[in-house]
C-alpha cells in the first residue's frame, strides 16, 4: 500500500513539473498574468499538502525499515527518496515561475503606467506633425532657428569652460547665402 501511495506521488509531481515547463512562457496580457500567477499560487499549497504526505511516508518507511530487512525496504527508501528529490525541484520551479509572474505583473503595470503619461503628448505631437508642410517651413526660418541654436551653444560653451576661452573663442555663425541655382553654398567654397 505505501508504494502505491508512493508511486502516486511520484506521478503526480511528474505530471506537475511537465505542467510547470509548458507555462514558462508568459503572455503580456495582464488578466492572463493575473490568473496564472493565482494558478500558480494554488498550485504552491497544493504542493506543500504533497510534501506533507511524503513527510509521512518517509516516517513510515523509517518504522517499517526497524521491523524488516533493509533490502527488502531498500528500493522503497530509494523510490522515497527520488520523490523527495522531485518534490523540491518541482517547488523550486514553482517558486521561480511565481517570482517571474509577479515581476512580469510589475513591469507591466510599469509600462502601462509611462503609456499613460506619455500618451497625451504623443498625441499632442503627432496632431502638430499632421499640421506641418514642407510648404509652411521656410529657408530662412529654419536658417535663423539654426543660428540661434548655433549661437546659444557657443555662449554656453564660453560660460562653461572661462579658463579655456583661449582655447575655443565664439565666432559668429557664417550665414550662408542661397545659390542662385537654389543650393546652399558648401564649406570653403
Not at 522503497?76 to 514553482?94: D, G, K, R
Request: negative net charge; proline residues 4%.
Amino acid at each position: 500500500m505505501l508504494e502505491q501511495a508512493v508511486l502516486k506521488e511520484m506521478a503526480w509531481f511528474k505530471s506537475t513539473a511537465l505542467n510547470l515547463e509548458k507555462l514558462k512562457t508568459i503572455s503580456l496580457d495582464p488578466n492572463l498574468i493575473a490568473e496564472q500567477l493565482y494558478e500558480q499560487k494554488i498550485l504552491a499549497v497544493e504542493i506543500l499538502q504533497h510534501r506533507f504526505n511524503i513527510e509521512k511516508m518517509v516516517k513510515i518507511s523509517e518504522i517499517l525499515l526497524t521491523y524488516s530487512d533493509e533490502g527488502e525496504t531498500g528500493e522503497l527508501q530509494n523510490t522515497i527518496e527520488a520523490l523527495q528529490e522531485q518534490c523540491n525541484t518541482t517547488a523550486a520551479t514553482n517558486s521561480h515561475m511565481v517570482l517571474h509572474l509577479e515581476h512580469a505583473q510589475s513591469l507591466l503595470l510599469q509600462f502601462s503606467e509611462g503609456i499613460a503619461e506619455v500618451s497625451p503628448w504623443l498625441q499632442e505631437t503627432q496632431a502638430l506633425i499632421g499640421q506641418l508642410s514642407l510648404s509652411t517651413i521656410s529657408y530662412e526660418a529654419f536658417r535663423e532657428q539654426q543660428d540661434l541654436f548655433t549661437g546659444s551653444a557657443g555662449v554656453h560653451r564660453r560660460t562653461q569652460a572661462p579658463g579655456r576661452q583661449a582655447v575655443l573663442r565664439w565666432q559668429a555663425p557664417v550665414r550662408a547665402q542661397p545659390r542662385p541655382g537654389g543650393g546652399v553654398p558648401q564649406a570653403g567654397h
